[in-house]
């Protein structure tokens, strides 16, 4: 992975840099001994390494103002970072840049549950969200897997989705409003306790700008009240393509279900051996979870279980208690662990329509052939979010290259079927050079020009979204 | 002046490249919001047509001059819809014509399901479009979730042909419900309204619908839920019991009362006829009764829980009045219908403005699309 090259300016003025920040920050808010900066030297995407030049950890916008104001000033990279959970590389710092982490922000500023929303600083982790409004029977609706650990920051910075977003949407549907600082130190407000912020979208437009335009320090996000209850049916075929089929043909028939979720073979025999969840050895697994009262529930199951058993099932299993409702999930949400255990993995985030899943299905299967690597396919195929995880083994030489080179076929296989590169994790640096599969050079030339405004002198959150080739006379220019 | 009605996108981008003055860009000029612009119409009527469209994956690739009602057609054969449920403006702004699927997306138009399923924009998920250079640039895709790049769609949608002229759109749709009920509470005044409205909507029972209009009969207080038929019934007598303490509850299931009721909130019937002024304020619910009350002469309907205010007050009350109110609060106000000297879209504070202003000036260097519109009249 090519990063740009540290400039030896920035690193000669180190010093000077360290003592303006320290003259506003307290003594545990500036990070720079090197065996302590080594903590940020990646993110969940561990396979790419560097210390940073120093971490801020602001406890105001305030702080997080002047400290861009002075990087601005003396032309320091920033790399905005949450709780460090990208999987896309969103928040690599390089050589020469300044982490600010919005972790110690974590409060809770205002709930208002008349008007269903609460305010909060956005280091807060998306499931304390949930955990600050919940006695109220409230709830924050998109759902990361990393929600234990991960930053409504870093949510808002990559769209963040999750299992239930086919019924409530991901990030951008559920953010009301920001507090964000520009690179210059400007304090913005955009949007609030309102629906359908005022003027141009900005909104919509920061919401999955992998923290290249601002730093959103605080956040108004919408609250719901929880579902009576929900409930899960398992349904098992022998046909990935029937399996599709079936997913297409609950959609149509009014249903909307909170969770659609699928799994093919390697992982079911994976997870199987690893959880022991009980599921049925089959070519593809879904599982279908609805929401509501009871009566509700069962009228929608019947629903679904009508339209699954003209398909002919191997398996169909309604939950009828908490317990079976568990042990259903048990096999899905060990998944991950799961692999992991058996192998080295990696985990592609690429997207397609869903009616196009029996064929990128069979065409993975074929790739993992050529390739010689296994792929086990989990994922949401309510919206056709996939995740092939392709196994392979860190020690043996060769393998990780052979393993990027299959998962950039197979997303590239994603872009031609009409999907994209990435659903939920993001571009960050992981897929930034496969940008110019999906976009041409003036749709990206565009993007650009709109970090141009935002960051006229791309600072903030470097060599990342944007092929270095694309973006590198911007840089370059701007140095 | 005739208008230019190109009928493909390279024409489109040949006529936006070669052209020498400013150009008033629209769908087929059935909402004329925002400050008229001086220039050559430019129409995106004759780009229309689907093309595509996957029920099974909820996705609709349509031309952004497609009429909404061939879109709601096509979309009804297979039992789906435009879930955000977007207004018609043809009656409260006297226009004709044909309201397209671009101008609904330009102008982010949504109607009372917005509160359950979301804005217009929430459900365009991607854009082709023609930038002020006459350059096509397409963003976005036809899959619900996309994280590939930055997202312009959103920024493309509310933008009133201010960054580029739309050409094609895909959409997320959603399928019909199967039954719907309304739920109606008589004689509230507008704080007990609003609070009741918070109530249903702070309940798990799922809302689609939450107003409160004035009528002959006087005030109604309207929740409508929607779903499966043994689901809504049951949710229907919980949504009763739950507001039990401010009167009994009318439950109306006939279909057709139940479209006419909510067309009719969702299009602001109860201002069509008639003068005066028409504003249209984006709230915090809680707030909206009080911010009603310190307009003089103002009438209201209610809508998205109280969040959304239909105003009318009498001809040439002055903006700032409006303004000031909703400032106080927090929110915006737009000025859908009167004189538009005081401008018709909220002020942005200095940084927002100039955001707005550096990203108009990359999307459009020349500014020549529908320049002045976003802006306050000279």
Same mark, same amino acid.
């Given at each position: 992975?090519?990063?740009?090259?540290?400039?030896?300016?920035?690193?000669?003025?180190?010093?000077?840099?360290?003592?303006?920040?320290?003259?506003?920050?307290?003594?545990?808010?500036?990070?720079?001994?090197?065996?302590?900066?080594?903590?940020?030297?990646?993110?969940?995407?561990?396979?790419?390494?560097?210390?940073?030049?120093?971490?801020?950890?602001?406890?105001?916008?305030?702080?997080?103002?002047?400290?861009?104001?002075?990087?601005?000033?003396?032309?320091?990279?920033?790399?905005?970072?949450?709780?460090?959970?990208?999987?896309?590389?969103?928040?690599?710092?390089?050589?020469?840049?300044?982490?600010?982490?919005?972790?110690?922000?974590?409060?809770?500023?205002?709930?208002?549950?008349?008007?269903?929303?609460?305010?909060?600083?956005?280091?807060?982790?998306?499931?304390?969200?949930?955990?600050?409004?919940?006695?109220?029977?409230?709830?924050?609706?998109?759902?990361?897997?990393?929600?234990?650990?991960?930053?409504?920051?870093?949510?808002?910075?990559?769209?963040?989705?999750?299992?239930?977003?086919?019924?409530?949407?991901?990030?951008?549907?559920?953010?009301?409003?920001?507090?964000?600082?520009?690179?210059?130190?400007?304090?913005?407000?955009?949007?609030?306790?309102?629906?359908?912020?005022?003027?141009?979208?900005?909104?919509?437009?920061?919401?999955?700008?992998?923290?290249?335009?601002?730093?959103?320090?605080?956040?108004?996000?919408?609250?719901?009240?929880?579902?009576?209850?929900?409930?899960?049916?398992?349904?098992?075929?022998?046909?990935?393509?029937?399996?599709?089929?079936?997913?297409?043909?609950?959609?149509?028939?009014?249903?909307?279900?909170?969770?659609?979720?699928?799994?093919?073979?390697?992982?079911?025999?994976?997870?199987?051996?690893?959880?022991?969840?009980?599921?049925?050895?089959?070519?593809?697994? $879904?599982? *279908? @979870? &609805?929401? =509501?009262?009871?009566?509700?529930?069962?009228?929608?199951?019947?629903?679904?279980? %009508?339209?699954?058993?003209?398909?002919?099932?191997?398996?169909?299993?309604?939950?009828?208690?908490?317990?079976?409702?568990?042990?259903?999930?048990?096999?899905?949400?060990?998944?991950?662990?799961?692999?992991?255990?058996?192998?080295?993995?990696?985990?592609?985030?690429?997207?397609?329509?869903?009616?196009?899943?029996?064929?990128?299905?069979?065409?993975?299967?074929?790739?993992?052939?050529?390739?010689?690597?296994?792929?086990?396919?989990?994922?949401?195929?309510?919206?056709?979010?996939?995740?092939?995880?392709?196994?392979?083994?860190?020690?043996?030489?060769?393998?990780?290259?052979?393993?990027?080179?299959?998962?950039?076929?197979?997303?590239? $296989?994603? *872009? @031609? &079927?009409? =999907?994209?590169?990435?659903?939920?994790?993001?571009?960050?640096?992981?897929?930034? %050079?496969?940008?110019?599969?999906?976009?041409?050079?003036?749709?990206?030339?565009?993007?650009?020009?709109?970090?141009?405004?935002?960051?006229?002198?791309?600072?903030?959150?470097?060599?990342?979204?944007?092929?270095?080739?694309?973006?590198?006379?911007?840089?370059?220019?701007?140095? | 002046?005739?208008?230019?009605?190109?009928?493909?996108?390279?024409?489109?981008?040949?006529?936006?490249?070669?052209?020498?003055?400013?150009?008033?860009?629209?769908?087929?000029?059935?909402?004329?919001?925002?400050?008229?612009?001086?220039?050559?119409?430019?129409?995106?009527?004759?780009?229309?047509?689907?093309?595509?469209?996957?029920?099974?994956?909820?996705?609709?690739?349509?031309?952004?001059?497609?009429?909404?009602?061939?879109?709601?057609?096509?979309?009804?054969?297979?039992?789906?819809?435009?879930?955000?449920?977007?207004?018609?403006?043809?009656?409260?702004?006297?226009?004709?014509?044909?309201?397209?699927?671009?101008?609904?997306?330009?102008?982010?138009?949504?109607?009372?399901?917005?509160?359950?399923?979301?804005?217009?924009?929430?459900?365009?998920?991607?854009?082709?479009?023609?930038?002020?250079?006459?350059?096509?640039?397409?963003?976005?895709?036809?899959?619900?979730?996309?994280?590939?790049?930055?997202?312009?769609?959103?920024?493309?949608?509310?933008?009133?042909?201010?960054?580029?002229?739309?050409?094609?759109?895909?959409?997320?749709?959603?399928?019909?419900?199967?039954?719907?009920?309304?739920?109606?509470?008589?004689?509230?005044?507008?704080?007990?309204?609003?609070?009741?409205?918070?109530?249903?909507?702070?309940?798990?029972?799922?809302?689609?619908?939450?107003?409160?209009?004035?009528?002959?009969?006087?005030?109604?207080?309207?929740?409508?839920?929607?779903?499966?038929?043994?689901?809504?019934?049951?949710?229907?007598?919980?949504?009763?019991?739950?507001?039990?303490?401010?009167?009994?509850?009318?439950?109306?299931?006939?279909?057709?009362?139940?479209?006419?009721?909510?067309?009719?909130?969702?299009?602001?019937?109860?201002?069509?006829?008639?003068?005066?002024?028409?504003?249209?304020?984006?709230?915090?619910?809680?707030?909206?009764?009080?911010?009603?009350?310190?307009?003089?002469?103002?009438?209201?309907?209610?809508?998205?829980?109280?969040?959304?205010?239909?105003?009318?007050?009498?001809?040439?009350?002055?903006?700032?009045?409006?303004?000031?109110?909703?400032?106080?609060?927090?929110?915006?106000?737009?000025?859908?219908?009167?004189?538009?000297?005081?401008?018709?879209?909220?002020?942005?504070?200095?940084?927002?403005?100039?955001?707005?202003?550096?990203?108009?000036?990359?999307?459009?260097?020349?500014?020549?699309?529908?320049?002045?519109?976003?802006?306050?009249?000279?």
């Amino acid at each position: 992975m090519d990063m740009p090259k540290p400039n030896p300016t920035i690193l000669a003025r180190k010093s000077q840099l360290l003592d303006r920040l320290a003259s506003f920050l307290p003594r545990e808010a500036l990070i720079h001994d090197p065996a302590e900066t080594r903590a940020y030297e990646c993110d969940g995407l561990t396979a790419y390494k560097c210390p940073p030049l120093a971490v801020v950890l602001p406890a105001s916008t305030a702080e997080v103002s002047e400290t861009l104001k002075i990087c601005n000033d003396m032309g320091v990279p920033v790399v905005p970072r949450g709780a460090g959970t990208s999987l896309a590389g969103g928040a690599l710092p390089t050589e020469d840049s300044v982490i600010i982490g919005v972790a110690r922000m974590n409060e809770v500023l205002e709930t208002d549950y008349d008007n269903r929303f609460i305010r909060v600083q956005t280091g807060r982790t998306n499931l304390s969200v949930t955990g600050a409004v919940e006695e109220e029977g409230f709830f924050y609706a998109p759902d990361p897997s990393s929600q234990l650990a991960c930053a409504i920051s870093g949510n808002i910075a990559m769209n963040s989705g999750g299992a239930h977003c086919l019924k409530y949407g991901v990030t951008t549907n559920n953010l009301m409003g920001v507090t964000m600082v520009l690179m210059d130190g400007t304090v913005t407000e955009i949007g609030g306790a309102h629906l359908d912020a005022e003027g141009l979208d900005l909104l919509g437009l920061i919401c999955g700008s992998e923290g290249q335009l601002g730093i959103v320090t605080e956040a108004t996000l919408r609250i719901l009240h929880k579902p009576e209850g929900a409930r899960p049916v398992l349904i098992g075929y022998d046909s990935s393509e029937v399996a599709g089929q079936c997913v297409s043909d609950i959609i149509k028939a009014g249903v909307l279900p909170v969770a659609i979720e699928f799994m093919d073979r390697p992982c079911i025999r994976a997870t199987e051996a690893f959880a022991g969840a009980g599921y049925p050895d089959c070519e593809a697994l $879904l599982i *279908v @979870e &609805v929401e =509501g009262s009871d009566a509700e529930i069962d009228e929608q199951l019947e629903t679904i279980m %009508d339209i699954a058993r003209k398909h002919d099932p191997v398996e169909l299993r309604q939950s009828s208690s908490d317990d079976e409702s568990k042990r259903i999930w048990l096999g899905r949400k060990s998944a991950f662990g799961a692999m992991g255990k058996i192998n080295d993995y990696m985990c592609l985030d690429g997207t397609i329509p869903v009616n196009e899943l029996p064929y990128v299905l069979k065409r993975i299967g074929e790739m993992s052939k050529e390739y010689g690597l296994d792929v086990a396919n989990v994922f949401h195929a309510g919206d056709g979010n996939m995740h092939p995880l392709i196994l392979f083994d860190a020690n043996k030489e060769g393998d990780l290259e052979l393993c990027e080179d299959l998962g950039a076929d197979i997303l590239r $296989l994603c *872009v @031609e &079927v009409g =999907g994209c590169l990435t659903g939920e994790h993001g571009v960050g640096i992981e897929k930034r %050079d496969l940008m110019l599969h999906q976009y041409d050079p003036p749709d990206l030339e565009i993007q650009m020009a709109v970090k141009d405004v935002f960051d006229p002198k791309w600072l903030l959150n470097p060599a990342k979204v944007f092929p270095l080739a694309s973006s590198d006379t911007r840089r370059i220019a701007a140095e | 002046m005739k208008a230019l009605a190109p009928t493909s996108e390279a024409e489109l981008a040949e006529m936006v490249a070669s052209a020498s003055e400013p150009l008033r860009v629209m769908g087929s000029g059935t909402r004329p919001i925002g400050v008229p612009v001086n220039g050559q119409p430019l129409t995106t009527s004759g780009l229309s047509g689907v093309n595509l469209y996957e029920p099974g994956a909820l996705t609709l690739v349509v031309q952004s001059g497609t009429p909404v009602e061939d879109v709601r057609k096509t979309l009804a054969k297979e039992g789906q819809r435009l879930a955000f449920e977007p207004m018609d403006h043809r009656g409260l702004l006297g226009t004709t014509g044909e309201p397209t699927i671009g101008g609904v997306f330009a102008a982010n138009v949504s109607g009372p399901r917005r509160i359950q399923a979301g804005a217009a924009r929430d459900f365009l998920l991607g854009v082709r479009f023609v930038d002020g250079q006459g350059q096509v640039t397409r963003n976005g895709g036809r899959v619900m979730k996309n994280v590939t790049g930055y997202d312009l769609v959103k920024l493309m949608a509310g933008s009133f042909g201010t960054l580029g002229v739309m050409t094609e759109l895909a959409l997320k749709v959603l399928p019909a419900s199967h039954q719907t009920a309304t739920i109606t509470l008589s004689g509230l005044d507008d704080t007990t309204a609003v609070a009741a409205l918070s109530r249903a909507l702070g309940s798990p029972f799922e809302i689609t619908g939450a107003a409160h209009r004035q009528t002959e009969d006087g005030p109604q207080t309207c929740l409508r839920i929607e779903g499966f038929e043994k689901s809504v019934a049951y949710r229907a007598g919980q949504l009763q019991t739950l507001l039990a303490d401010l009167g009994t509850a009318e439950i109306e299931t006939d279909p057709d009362a139940n479209a006419t009721l909510w067309q009719d909130i969702r299009d602001v019937a109860c201002f069509h006829d008639g003068p005066g002024d028409v504003w249209r304020l984006s709230v915090k619910p809680s707030d909206a009764p009080g911010i009603k009350a310190q307009v003089d002469g103002a009438e209201a309907l209610y809508d998205w829980g109280g969040g959304l205010v239909w105003l009318r007050v009498p001809q040439d009350t002055q903006a700032d009045t409006i303004r000031a109110t909703v400032n106080a609060a927090g929110g915006h106000a737009t000025l859908i219908r009167g004189n538009r000297a005081g401008g018709v879209f909220q002020p942005l504070s200095p940084p927002i403005a100039a955001l707005q202003d550096g990203l108009r000036a990359r999307f459009d260097p020349r500014g020549i699309l529908n320049p002045g519109l976003m802006g306050r009249a000279a």
